[in-house]
């Protein structure tokens, strides 16, 4: 397995390259720059790029209602040739509440959007005459929409890869099913190792079928905070807020999808009882009603041989890449962490 970990959104450019050229030569794989209703992720990608040598920098993600496709193909195209071929294209398509509220753009139809958009972007980097007739999307317009001067165009620069890797952050069966088909990589939220193969294995199996037996096999980025060492467990309970958080307030009642993730996993009372503390403004109270049963089943953080077993099922349920948080106070205190996590990695193979 590899190895990536999640950037924040709150800024530090400075900070925040340091660090990854520090976790970089430590031997991380891939960083993921977040992109919520703060900064871009572009522009940090770019300096990233500029900033390191090996790495893949990854939108962890771009929502899909915030750009055009050809946009997007444009944008990641650009951090790839910074990058000389480093760039991943992640996408998602958030929520209503920041698309209709911070963006305000109508949400609709986002498995058929991500669909048409991964064709689209796939087209632009080939250098293909754009056209384009889609449910959501067409290129050029007809002559009767707009002006009707619209005229089918290919990208004028050259792209360093004619197809940079798509990577879809994607929760409901048809959304998993679309992603296992036509992305290069998949970003599920709160994987279970022992429930998460239960949950989505019948959409991946479905996607899968309708898959281009010449793309290469989805590469799937799960995992959770990383602590290794005696004495550890009570920073397990670090993370309940960020989980109280999705599970309770990312989102409204009837259309919060982590909630729905979490309720499916068996946690039906639970994701209930979360969110009704949360938007009650019981953020603590919500925080510590998620149970200790989905907490150490899907942490990393205790003993050696506890994180070993688990990495081993995140493995076996199919995860080829970790998605990790690194735990330190300092930054040789995460470097030190990963360095104990690679050397976990390798000896299971």
């Known amino acids: 397995m590899k190895i990536s970990t999640q950037l924040g959104y709150s800024g530090g450019f400075h900070e925040t390259v340091r ?23 572009p522009s940090l990608m770019g300096y990233l790029a500029a900033k390191t040598e090996t790495v893949r920098i990854a939108s962890g993600i771009l929502p899909i209602f915030t750009r055009t496709p050809t946009l997007l ?17 992640g996408l998602g398509a958030s929520g209503p509440q920041v698309i209709e509220g911070f963006h305000g753009i109508p949400y609709d139809a986002p498995v058929t959007r991500t669909r048409e958009i ?17 449910r959501k999307y067409k290129m050029p317009l007809g ?32 959304s998993v099913e679309m992603t296992a088909e036509l992305a290069d990589g998949w970003l599920p939220v709160f994987w279970h190792p022992e429930k998460a193969p239960e949950r989505w294995g019948p959409a991946l199996e479905a996607g899968r079928k309708k898959r281009d037996p010449g793309r290469a096999p989805l590469e799937v980025f799960a995992g959770s905070a990383v602590g290794i060492g ?38 039906e009372e639970e994701a209930k009882k979360i969110q009704d503390l949360y938007l009650s403004g019981q953020k603590q109270a919500a925080a510590d009603a998620i149970p200790d049963s989905f907490i150490n089943a899907t942490t990393l953080i205790g003993p050696e041989g506890f994180v070993k077993d688990r990495l081993v099922a995140l493995r076996e349920s199919g995860v080829s890449t970790l998605n990790v948080a690194l735990t330190g106070n300092e930054l040789s205190d995460r470097v030190e962490t990963l360095d104990k996590l690679r050397n976990l990695v390798e000896q299971i193979g």
Not at 118 to 134: A, H, N, P, S, T
Not at 145 to 174: F, N, Y
Request: proline share 3%; glycine share 12%; hydrophobic share 45%.
């Open 230 to 267: 005696e004495g550890l467990e009570r920073m397990r309970d670090f993370g309940r807020p960020m989980a109280a958080l999705y599970i309770g307030g990312m989102g409204a009642r009837g259309k919060n999808f982590y909630n729905d993730v979490f309720a499916s996993y068996g946690y």
């Open 118 to 134: 991964i064709q689209i972007c796939r087209k632009v980097w080939k250098k293909e005459r754009l056209e384009f007739e889609g």
């Open 73 to 89: 193909a444009m944008t990641a195209a650009g951090v790839d040739a910074l990058s000389n071929g480093r760039a991943v294209l």
């Open 19 to 41: 660090e990854v050229q520090e976790l970089e030569r430590a031997g991380l794989d891939l960083v993921w720059v977040a992109e919520a209703y703060g900064f871009d992720a």
């Open 143 to 174: 002559p009767d929409e707009g002006l009707g001067l619209g005229k089918a165009l290919k990208m004028i620069t050259h792209p360093v890869r004619d197809e940079v890797p798509i990577a879809v952050a994607s929760l409901g069966t048809k």
